[in-house]
């Protein structure tokens, strides 16, 4: 599967791209997005946990994901879309990343919400267990009182 990728501050993708980075990004919906977002899965011996962390600094949308098994990644991406799906793009990696596997713009991972129930589709970010590839309700969203505005450790630039 080749990978999908983006044009840094654009929603333009190439013609292998998930459907969400064809439609047009809203802004101001994207706040309905904001929170944190977990999906574990047990590959043999080994527990897996994927988090992610949606949110916003001056009217932009960020998120810090992590996964957490055999291998660490930590890594921000760019949040695009509306409020029905949003779209994870890789911008770069975090401290505590030990893997370099994604380049800018490539396409992690959407998000849509579909009936009241949060679907997967992955991207270049993908679970370990091949049953858990495929599009599904795979994350779940953490209820919190408040969404966060700004997550620790946020870093621009590589």
């Not at 791209?17 to 809203?26: E, P, V, Y």
């Not at 770069?92 to 009241?116: K, Q, S, Y």
């Amino acid at each position: 599967m080749q990978k999908q990728k983006v044009k840094p501050s654009s929603v333009v993708c190439d013609k292998h791209s998930l459907t969400a980075c064809r439609s047009a990004s809203d802004p101001a919906s994207l706040a309905a997005w904001l929170g944190s977002y977990t999906f574990g899965e047990r590959a043999p011996e080994t527990p897996w946990e994927y988090g992610i962390t949606v949110f916003a600094i001056e009217e932009r949308y960020y998120a810090n994901i992590s996964v957490d098994g055999g291998q660490t990644l930590r890594m921000m991406a760019s949040v695009q879309g509306n409020a029905e799906e949003i779209t994870l793009v890789f911008m770069n990696n975090i401290p505590g990343n030990r893997h370099n596997r994604f380049h800018e713009g490539d396409v992690l991972l959407t998000l849509r919400m579909a009936r009241g129930a949060l679907h997967t589709t992955w991207g270049a970010l993908t679970p370990v267990l091949e049953e858990n590839q495929a599009e599904g309700m795979h994350f779940v969203r953490q209820e919190s009182e408040e969404p966060p505005t700004r997550e620790p450790g946020f870093i621009f630039g590589n």
